[in-house]
């Protein structure tokens, strides 16, 4: 397997201008095609914006899977030759929404999750997902998705990592917070850790910008098998777009010295 080149756009989108946000993606989606791209990852919600009042602002703004957003994204992915992930506002039923993501294969493909942990007022919008992380086997390898917060939740990360996930793409948020002088935002860290301990490639692509009092991170990362960023990994209040090329079989090698392997070496029984 060659290795397969990844890009994360870090954008700001619009609260609730989904045609805006739509031509934000397609810009995106189309220079990452000219970097060769294989899989291109964008933010969490980025079809519709974050910082919601309300289920009604959040509902008025929402598409079902078959609108316009994930229509341009298909076509795109098709044209393009490359899967695109990224996290759109869904319109489910009897008046819900789900904070989800969308990957879409050059054939057309669709897989959709839906965030299973919601971080803060989401809760107060959004009904979570109840899937785990999907795993994909897509032409370039098999990948995985989740969604911020979900990244907190190591045993979520590892279900992803047990069902043999190469690359876990993750479309996030991240809002910023106070942290000590010259260190890091944790959420980072802690990307890089979950990759360490599951030997899995993992691309994290956040937002920039302020919407409605909140600052976000602006802290898009392409991470390695180690844990060590490739591309990224500094708070960084700019649009940026990270390209790294991944060896995803480094993944399928979970040993860590001769008599090691992060997963087998896991004993259930005592937890």
């Known amino acids: 397997m060659t290795p397969i080149r990844v890009v994360c756009h870090q954008l700001a989108p619009r609260l609730g201008d989904a045609d805006d946000n739509r031509r934000l993606s397609e810009t995106a989606i189309r220079g990452a095609a000219s970097l060769g791209a294989h899989v291109v990852v964008l933010?969490?919600?980025?079809?519709s914006g974050y910082a919601f009042n309300d289920l009604a602002e959040a509902r008025a703004v929402s598409e079902p899977l078959d609108g316009p957003t994930l229509s341009l994204w298909r076509t795109l992915a098709i044209e393009l030759g490359l899967i695109v992930v990224a996290g759109f506002c869904e319109r489910l039923s009897a008046g819900q929404v789900a904070n989800s993501a969308a990957l879409i294969e050059p054939d057309g493909r669709l897989t959709v999750y839906r965030k299973a942990h919601l971080w803060d007022?989401?809760?107060?919008?959004?009904?979570?997902?109840?899937?785990?992380?999907?795993?994909?086997?897509?032409?370039?390898?098999?990948i995985g998705v989740v969604i911020c917060y979900d990244l907190e939740l190591p045993e979520w990360v590892r279900l992803a990592a047990l069902a043999g996930t190469d690359l876990l793409c993750a479309p996030v948020n991240w809002p910023d917070s106070p942290r000590p002088a010259a260190e890091r935002p944790g959420e980072i860290v802690r990307v890089q850790a979950n990759a360490a301990v599951n030997r899995m490639f993992i691309a994290a692509c956040d937002r920039y910008g302020e919407e409605r009092g909140v600052n976000w991170?602006?802290?898009?990362?392409?991470?390695?098998?180690?844990?060590?960023?490739?591309?990224?990994?500094?708070?960084?209040?700019?649009?940026?777009?990270?390209?790294?090329?991944?060896?995803?079989?480094?993944?399928?090698?979970?040993?860590i010295s001769e008599h090691n392997h992060v997963h087998l070496d896991r004993r259930p029984g005592l937890y």
Not at 43 to 47: A, F, G, R, S
């Open 43 to 47: 933010p969490e919600l980025m079809q």
């Open 121 to 142: 007022r989401e809760k107060l919008i959004f009904t979570a997902g109840t899937a785990p992380p999907p795993l994909v086997e897509t032409a370039v390898g098999r």
């Open 217 to 255: 991170v602006g802290g898009s990362v392409i991470v390695d098998a180690d844990g060590y960023p490739l591309a990224g990994g500094v708070s960084h209040q700019q649009e940026q777009r990270l390209v790294a090329d991944l060896p995803l079989l480094q993944a399928r090698n979970k040993h």
